[in-house]
């Protein structure tokens, strides 16, 4: 695997990329960074997670407001010349059973709902489920607030043993987000929504960690989902 950094050159976007790009569209972000593959055809090779890139701190900087990407890849990625630049490394993690790492993950937090006679079960959003028995003039409440989060612990915790991890103290729940993605060829936008954790993590199942940081973890990971980020504390 390969993790990378990717910085966008303005100047390369098209007005209507742009715009998309600069306002987290993650359509135009999951478009954009395929270029970095070119003559790929097959699955999608990567995992990626936007965020807006800031200055240094250390030297009083004002935040630069521009978009970076974190990146993994089951190959090396290509830099594009006027468009992409490309900081990049191997990623091959040593794990043991026991060790704690510190973690990063935007993920779409869904479950399956069973639906009698229905040939498929639809997904549900597990947050909105959670504020869903709250009548409208409460839905801003802490209470309310509260048990969204709760509901995003949950989530995550039923899938950290199946991950090849469990989470030793509970996770900070950071920005919910809903999106609409308007894709050529689609009448409907694509609707999901994302919520930012952050904590610890303690590897249970070394193997099993490194398939779930590979494939990543829950759904929409074409649209910067998944991709769980580590770093020793």
Request: with cysteine.
């Amino acid at each position: 695997m390969y993790l990378s950094r990717v910085r966008v050159d303005l100047n390369g976007l098209s007005r209507e990329s742009l715009f998309e790009i600069m306002g987290g569209g993650a359509y135009a972000a999951h478009q954009l960074l395929w270029q970095l593959f070119p003559g790929h055809d097959g699955a999608r090779p990567f995992l990626f997670r936007q965020e807006m890139e800031e200055g240094d701190a250390s030297q009083n900087k004002a935040p630069k407001g521009l978009p970076l990407f974190y990146l993994l890849s089951d190959r090396e990625p290509a830099a594009s010349q006027g468009l992409l630049e490309v900081q990049c490394k191997p990623f091959a993690p040593t794990l043991a059973v026991g060790d704690q790492l510190a973690f990063r993950l935007r993920a779409n937090p869904t479950v399956a709902r069973r639906v009698a006679g229905a040939k498929h079960s639809p997904r549900s959003d597990v947050l909105m489920a959670a504020k869903k028995p709250f009548p409208p003039g409460q839905r801003t409440s802490t209470e309310c607030v509260h048990a969204m989060d709760a509901a995003a612990r949950d989530w995550l915790e039923t899938r950290a043993e199946g991950s090849g991890f469990r989470l030793p103290v509970a996770p900070e729940v950071g920005a919910y987000r809903q999106h609409a993605l308007n894709k050529p060829g689609r009448r409907d936008a694509i609707q999901f929504s994302s919520v930012d954790y952050e904590g610890l993590l303690e590897v249970t199942d070394p193997g099993r960690l490194i398939e779930t940081l590979a494939q990543g973890v829950g759904r929409a990971k074409a649209f910067g989902c998944g991709l769980l980020l580590v770093r020793r504390p």
